[in-house]
């Protein structure tokens, strides 16, 4: 009884076109390799080992037995696509939350107001402020990111128990073309003598690129200022004759 060995040949991985064209839709889709028992069969099939020589079989005769492996055929073309060898895999950015940016911060606003620190029991006092869009490089969970900031509300304490939410920070009176103590949308009106520190806390909405589109982050980022106090006086009125440059110790002076 004969037994038959099988033969492990390792054949280079390329993909090879049909002699009718060096297209990728004429490509092989996987590597397949067959062992008979008898001979490898590397993607084309050969004679069984009977009826003559054949592609493949070994030659008989001597008690001895051989595989001649022939040179093999330059293809026309070789399309190095969808090779089995290769496994892609493609990685996607992170979804973003709003609290995966806090290393990021945007600047504080600048707040301000007119009468410059000096507000009237009763009549309006301006108060506004100023942010602007940012713009800040940095990473996120390991990715190169750029996040920016765009105001999108301005909430004013005025130091008495008041709040406003305004869509703007407000502007100056001169900015306006409006006269002092003239009402605005960020302006309040203190009901009792004293001093009053106001703040404010800007909104910011978040978007956040990768290097391609911007992608909005759900939520928002605050960045607040304070340190603008309004002093509030009590004003009277009287008849005098004279200034208060004139007389000094006149009544209101």
Do not use: K
Not at 53 to 70: K, L, N, T
Not at 138 to 162: H, K, N, Q
Not at 215 to 238: F, W
């Amino acid at each position: 009884m004969r037994f038959l060995s099988a033969l492990l040949i390792t054949v280079p991985l390329m993909v090879a076109v049909s002699s009718t064209g060096c297209g990728a839709q004429d490509a092989w889709t996987a590597c397949e390799v067959g062992n008979t028992g008898t001979e490898v069969n590397v993607g084309a099939s050969t004679g069984s080992g009977g009826g003559g020589a054949q592609v493949g079989d070994a030659p008989r005769g001597g008690g001895s037995e051989s595989a001649d492996v022939a040179d093999p055929v330059e293809p026309d073309c070789v399309v190095e696509l969808r090779r089995c060898d290769i496994n892609y895999q493609v990685e996607a950015p992170p979804e973003v939350t709003i609290e995966d940016l806090a290393s990021f911060r945007p600047a504080v606003p600048h707040l301000g107001g007119e009468p410059s620190g000096f507000g009237v029991v009763g009549m309006p006092t301006n108060v506004y402020a100023s942010a602007s869009a940012q713009e800040i490089p940095g990473e996120i969970l390991g990715w190169d990111v750029v996040v920016r900031f765009e105001p999108a509300a301005y909430v004013f304490s005025y130091g008495d128990g008041t709040t406003t939410r305004s869509s703007s920070g407000g502007s100056s009176w001169s900015a306006l073309g409006q006269p002092q103590f003239t009402p605005t949308a960020t302006s309040h009106v203190y009901a009792e003598r004293g001093v009053y520190p106001v703040t404010v806390t800007v909104e910011y909405t978040a978007a956040v690129t990768f290097g391609s589109t911007w992608r909005p982050v759900p939520g928002v980022v605050t960045s607040s200022a304070g340190g603008y106090e309004v002093d509030v006086r009590e004003v009277r009125t009287a008849l005098v004759d004279r200034t208060c440059r004139e007389d000094p110790a006149g009544p209101g002076c």
